[in-house]
């Protein structure tokens, strides 16, 4: 009845918008110059149709690729240890850019890819032999300077910690990459490269970087810069910005063939994102408010190598014809001097096993099986003189443990059927391979209805856990490089070098409206009043709260605090109420989309590879709270189409 309620509400509110969007429309157009970029990939691994539609039916002038993240750089460092040529994803160079080449070269789109992971140079010249076959020739450019490696023992001599625990650098590091910025791709389109293949650089460089090119926007244009950040923000998750995961998934049509982002873009740095005609998806308000506050931590302070950034401002205004909307109001500030690196170092191995089991008390059989099997596997450990497991795992998905005391079901009897996920690390291999060969024998030894083991033997992997750490841009040379021999050094964008003319005021971090939040006697779920969105940063969580209608921001402000926020995932966060000054869960608020920020610290169980969890990347927190009742309001609902 809620939802009735504000689709009603929604059209109510559309009249009131249509002065406004008119507006910004007339603003957009005022320059003819406009850029168009399309993102065909939000992560290694994303689908394979997504390039082939953004070039013949996106109408792009770019197409970025984001395949990144710090999971992906553990998985290509351990993949350049076993084959030295390998280390960087090739879906881009057989699956994306290789069918659609002749095309690509043909309407004289460029392309801009983080692909080249750890190993650059190889992921450019296997992409070179590739569009080769198919008679075409591209001038490539390859960006570097952002391994780190070869500095260790200057990174040793400065007394590096980490950022988030103070722990100092590990000896045993596989990777160290710091995170580049938009120059060196802007520049190496400067210098006629069709296509630009990166290391480790920031996710929104994809976008800014052809958009500083395309504009000639400077270092200071600090503003244009977070523009730019801004739409690179928007476009780097692919299918996220339209319509994937969102909130309310049964509005959005055709998941099969949904669109994926394009930003058009102006010279003021004013854009609008839209899907290409006749795909799938939905992009309004909510599908794009959702992924700004994706992976977001202080959003007046949004720190990038080449700007800081607030959005805290940012405003959106859907467009008439639908599946478009204008973004304006970012602002930006002058960047640091560092850059930050993230190095992975190994700290020992893990397996994960998954079986299932059906049939009355389905999850208490499952843990004592689970607990059985471990308790075997030790006493084995015990007589080969291999010390106990460091750490262990244990969970019945579909039994709702992941929700801690939320769970609706109780254990004994509210399931019949569940998947057990035990997953243990362990300092030693040979180890593993015990725990390993002991799985199966529980499906005639153990309890009954054990039927199935997903993915069969589980298989032992080392763990790449994440240190991360700021390192002076001044000790690192970011290389722009082509297959002729021609390089540059590109210097990074210089910190404190605002123009006058250029200085902006911070936005203040927290707004009281003066509204008087009156008690009532209703009750609503979380989801009822605001989308979700949840997302991760190494062992961090954040979950964006967007409010469906203004009024409601008031009530959202008194009634979620982070106090409630912290006590609803207790169970999940490991430090203890404070750690070296911080609390556990931060609010930020983001007045121009009526959001709110939780920044949810040590939340992940070590986050990514290091992490035992299933949900190793908090995918699943906006949705654990959308059940969450806020207590005590009035029918805000009801009073909201009164406005």
Same mark, same amino acid.
């Given at each position: 009845a809620c939802v009735r309620s504000l689709a009603r509400l929604e059209v109510m509110f559309r009249s009131r918008l249509i002065a406004s969007r008119s507006r910004l429309a007339s603003l957009f157009s005022t320059n003819s110059a406009r850029v168009r970029i399309g993102c065909a990939s939000g992560f290694w691994g994303d689908t394979s149709v997504s390039t082939h539609q953004l070039v013949y039916h996106g109408d792009v002038d770019f197409i970025v690729s984001d395949y990144l993240s710090e999971i992906t750089m553990s998985l290509l460092t351990a993949a350049r240890n076993k084959q030295p040529n390998m280390g960087y994803c090739s879906d881009f160079v057989h699956q994306a850019i290789g069918p659609v080449a002749s095309e690509i070269k043909k309407r004289g789109i460029r392309v801009v890819s983080n692909a080249g992971g750890i190993n650059p140079h190889d992921c450019a010249k296997a992409l070179n032999d590739a569009v080769l076959k198919t008679g075409v020739t591209f001038n490539i450019a390859v960006v570097t300077g952002d391994d780190l490696m070869a500095q260790k023992s200057t990174v040793d001599s400065l007394g590096i910690v980490d950022m988030e625990d103070g722990q100092p650098l590990p000896d045993k590091l596989q990777s160290m990459n710091a995170y580049l910025g938009a120059g060196p791709i802007a520049r190496a389109l400067d210098l006629g490269a069709e296509v630009v293949v990166t290391g480790r650089c920031v996710d929104s460089a994809l976008a800014l970087g052809p958009l500083m090119h395309s504009f000639g926007w400077k270092h200071n244009d600090y503003d244009l810069l977070a523009a730019g950040s801004l739409a690179g923000h928007l476009l780097e998750c692919g299918a996220q910005s339209t319509g994937g995961i969102f909130t309310d998934w049964d509005t959005v049509p055709?998941? %099969?063939?949904?669109?994926?982002? +394009?930003?058009?873009?102006?010279s003021t740095g004013h854009f609008v994102l839209m899907k290409p005609k006749g795909t799938g998806g939905l992009v309004n308000k909510g599908t794009v408010a959702e992924q700004l506050v994706y992976e977001l931590g202080d959003p007046a302070a949004y720190h990038l190598p080449d700007v800081c950034c607030d959005f805290t401002g940012v405003q959106l205004a859907e467009l008439s014809g639908g599946n478009a909307v204008s973004v304006s109001g970012a602002r930006g500030f002058p960047p640091s001097d560092s850059y930050k690196v993230s190095a992975t170092y190994l700290d020992c191995y893990k397996a994960? #096993? +998954?079986?299932?089991?059906?049939g009355p008390r389905a999850a208490e059989k499952g843990h004592k099986t689970a607990q059985s099997i471990l308790s075997r596997v030790r006493s084995i450990f015990k007589f080969a003189g291999f010390e106990d497991f460091t750490r262990v795992h244990i969970q019945a998905i579909g039994a709702e443990e992941s929700y801690g005391p939320h769970a609706k079901q109780s254990l004994q009897l509210g399931q019949r059927e569940v998947a057990m996920w035990l997953a243990?690390?362990?300092?030693?291999? %040979?180890?593993?391979?015990? /725990?390993?060969? %002991?799985?199966?024998?529980?499906?005639?030894? &153990?309890?009954?209805?054990?039927?199935?083991?997903?993915?069969?033997?589980?298989?032992?992997?080392?763990?790449?856990?994440?240190?991360?750490?700021?390192?002076?841009? #001044?000790? =690192?040379?970011? &290389?722009?490089?082509?297959?002729?021999? $021609?390089? %540059? +050094?590109?210097?990074? !964008?210089?910190?404190?070098? &605002?123009? $006058?003319?250029?200085?902006?005021?911070p936005r203040p971090r927290g707004i009281d409206d003066g509204i008087d939040v009156k008690p009532g006697s209703h009750s609503f779920k979380l989801s009822?009043?605001?989308?979700?969105?949840?997302?991760?940063?190494?062992? !961090?969580?954040?979950?964006? =709260?967007?409010?469906?209608?203004?009024?409601? =921001?008031? @009530?959202?402000?008194?009634?979620?605090?982070?106090? &409630?926020?912290?006590?609803? /995932?207790?169970?999940?966060?490991?430090?203890?109420?404070? @750690?070296?000054?911080?609390?556990?869960?931060?609010?930020?608020?983001? !007045?121009?989309? $009526?959001?709110? $920020?939780?920044?949810?610290?040590r939340a992940l169980g070590g986050g990514g590879i290091a992490s035992l969890r299933p949900d190793p990347q908090g995918k699943g927190y906006g949705q654990m709270i959308a059940d969450l009742q806020l207590h005590n309001l009035p029918d805000i609902v009801v009073l909201a189409g009164d406005l």
């Open positions: 055709q998941w %099969e063939n949904i669109g994926f982002p +394009v930003v058009e873009c102006d994960v #096993s +998954v079986f299932t089991l059906s243990v690390e362990h300092p030693r291999r %040979e180890a593993l391979d015990i /725990f390993r060969r %002991e799985i199966a024998p529980a499906g005639t030894g &153990m309890a009954p209805g054990i039927w199935g083991g997903l993915g069969g033997r589980p298989k032992s992997s080392p763990v790449l856990k994440l240190f991360s750490f700021l390192y002076p841009k #001044s000790k =690192v040379q970011a &290389m722009v490089g082509f297959a002729n021999g $021609n390089n %540059e +050094v590109v210097a990074p !964008t210089p910190a404190l070098a &605002m123009d $006058n003319d250029k200085a902006v005021t009822d009043l605001a989308y979700l969105r949840s997302g991760d940063k190494g062992n !961090t969580a954040n979950i964006g =709260v967007i409010a469906r209608h203004p009024s409601f =921001v008031p @009530y959202l402000r008194k009634h979620l605090t982070a106090e &409630m926020v912290e006590n609803y /995932f207790e169970h999940l966060l490991d430090l203890p109420h404070c @750690y070296r000054g911080a609390a556990r869960v931060a609010r930020y608020e983001l !007045t121009g989309i $009526n959001a709110f $920020n939780f920044v949810l610290r």
